[in-house]
Each structure stands twice: as C-alpha cells, then as structure tokens.
C-alpha cells in the first residue's frame, strides 16, 4: 500500500517583531553609548543639584513637623513634605531621562485608597501611602547618597579625561599654565625608555594617552553611574506590582458600592411606585367597600351593583399593577388565568350561606 505522507502542524511561537514594543537595551553599542553620554553627564550634574535641594528642603518641613507635631501644626508640615518628597521623586524620574534609559511607569500613589471628599481626608490618604514615605526616604537619605558619588566620581572622570587629552594645546596657547614636572621624574626614572626627549614631550604623552583612556572608557562609566541611579529609582519610585492588585481591590469595591446603592434606588423606587400605584387602588377599593355596605343596609340594590363594579374594576387594576411592578424581582408562580378561576373556585367554596 502506498504510504501517505502526513503533515504535521506545530504552532508557532514567533512573533512578528511589528508587534512587539520597543525597547532601549540597557548596554546598547559603544556608538550609540556616546550619543547618550551627554546626557547622562547632565543628569550626574542635574541630579546632585536636584538631591541637594531636596534634602535642604524635606529636612526642614520633616524636622519642623515633628517638632509641631504635638500642636497639630505638625501635620500638615509633615504632609507638605510628603508632597514635597512626591515632586522630587518625579522630577527624578524626568531627569532620568535624559540618560537614555528605559522610562520609570509612575506608581500609583493613592494605593487604592478612593477620593476623600475633605481636606482632612486627603491628609490622612497622603499619610497612609506607602509611595509618599518611600519617596521621602529616597530624598532624605538615598538620593543624596548616590548623586553625590555619581558626581564625585562624573566630574572628576569628565575632567581628567578633558584635561588629559587636551594638555598639549594648552601648552601651546599659554606654556606657563602647564609644568614638566612629571616629564622629569619619569625620564630621570626611566632614561632609557625615553632617551633624550625633553620632558615636557614626554609629560605631554603620558597625559595624551591617559587622557585618551579615561574618554575612551567614560561611556561606559557614565553609563555605570546612570544605571545605578536608575535601579534604585525604579525600586523605590516607580510602579510596584501590589499597585495593581490594590487597583484591582479597589475596582471591586467602587463595583460592589454602585450594585448596593443601584439596589438601594430600585427598592426605593419599588416602594414609590407601589405607594402611588396599587396602594391607592386599594384604598379606593376599600371605600368603594365601605360604601357598599352602606348602600346594602339601606338598600339601594342598583347603587351596590355599581359599586361592585368599580370595585372590581380597582381591584383588577391594583392586581395588575403588582403583577407589572413584582415582574423585575420575581417570576410569577402560575400564569395570569389560573389565580382568577382558582381565586373564583374558593369564592365559592368560602361563600357563606344563610338558612332561614
């Protein structure tokens, strides 16, 4: 028998390169390292300046509440400074990118927590949010820490590097700026290495060539100091996983009080209809009613047929009317019909009868 050739069919797990985002590498090439390089000297600068102000300012309010804080003029310096440490995490984060690095996503910085309608009530929100107090660590004590290393260790990279390279063009513009002195320790410690090259040639080379290396490498150590500042922001200033199950929780919640109050209002609005439709109808049947017996006692048969009537006529329009209104909460037990023949069958079994 002739064999048949079967195919088999695998999913396939590749996806289109369309449909995926976009996304900067941390350690991209050493060209595009350069283009960023700028920028990331900026922010080492930018960034020891904006930690700097931030710690002179959160230190005063946070200092100045707690010693208020027994006066309640505390709280809201405390509060202030809470806000104050929000507006220098996210100026931060701007300046991050500046680096080129990937965009730090904005955290949730009311954890769930609904809209307080009273300033009393916002105050309170701000207190109990985790991303204000950890916004206020990292201006306190975090920040200051790291841009003051980053900017040590950018500034003095950027001027050696600087300096080195372009050493030898100051000693052609002005020779008294630079000195030979280590030109001649050098040739006096190696003779001969260097022969008789004249010592500021040979301390020309020397800071040529470190000069070079330092801005050959600085890409990458500037590189090195904004990713450092990166990870500790995204750690503590940007979005964190529990932010979405405390958007969740508060989604469910907002969704539970609109169904309770929607079925506040449907009762309520139950309780109205009923009030002006088949409570009114029943009251009329009852003085229909009342005046019927009336009629019976004095005896005007065509007057009580007539009220009858209309009484029966209420009484079906009331019954409709409950039947319209209980539609929405519960379905009928029986059809329409069979309550009016069963209701009749046990009028007449319940009839009562007089013997003379």
């Known amino acids: ?49 904006l930690s700097l102000a931030s710690f002179i300012v ?68 701000a207190l109990r949010g985790g991303h204000y ?8 004590m975090v920040s200051p ?31 008294s700026i630079v000195s030979d002195i280590w030109g001649r320790h050098i040739s006096d410690a190696m003779p001969w290495l260097f022969g008789s090259l004249p010592p ?17 490498v600085a890409p990458w150590v500037f590189r090195g100091l904004s990713w450092v500042n990166w990870i500790v922001a995204k750690a503590m200033l940007g979005h964190w996983p529990s932010d979405d199950l405390a958007a969740e929780a508060r989604a469910e919640q907002l969704a539970r009080t609109a169904a309770v109050r929607a079925e506040n209002d449907s009762l309520r609005r139950l309780e109205r209809d009923i009030h002006d439709g088949p409570q009114q109808q029943l009251l009329r049947v009852q003085l229909d009613l009342a005046t019927l017996v009336r009629r019976v006692e004095a005896g005007d048969i065509e007057a ?3 009220l009858a009537v209309e ?27 069979r309550p009016r023949r069963r209701n009749r069958s046990l009028g007449r079994e319940h009839t009562p009868t007089c013997d003379h």
């Open 200 to 216: 500021w040639v040979i301390e020309d080379v020397l800071y040529l060539v470190i000069g070079a290396i330092f801005l050959a």
């Open 1 to 49: 028998m002739p064999r048949t050739a079967s195919i088999t069919t695998q999913p396939n797990n590749l996806t289109s390169p369309a449909t995926k985002p976009p996304q900067r590498d941390l350690w991209p090439t050493y060209g595009i390292l350069w283009r960023w390089t700028p920028g990331s000297l900026l922010f080492t600068v930018a960034g020891f300046a």
């Open 304 to 306: 009580v047929s007539t």
């Open 311 to 337: 009484a029966q006529s209420h009484a079906k329009a009331a019954l409709d009317e409950l039947r319209a209104l209980s539609a929405g909460v519960a379905p009928p037990l029986t059809p329409g019909p």
């Open 58 to 125: 959160l230190v005063t309010l946070l200092s100045t509440g707690i010693a208020t804080l027994i006066i309640w003029i505390g709280v809201p310096l405390i509060v202030g400074a809470l806000f104050a440490a929000r507006g220098f995490a996210t100026a931060h984060c701007y300046l991050l990118r500046l680096t080129g690095l990937p965009q730090i996503s904005a955290p949730d910085w009311n954890r769930g927590s609904p809209a307080a309608p009273t300033w009393w009530g916002r105050l309170i929100r």
């Open 133 to 140: 107090w950890m916004a206020l660590l990292h201006g306190l």
């Open 145 to 175: 820490i790291i841009t003051l290393a980053s900017f040590i260790i950018g500034v003095l990279w950027a001027s050696v590097a600087i300096f080195g390279s372009l050493e030898w063009l100051l000693r052609l513009i002005n020779p």
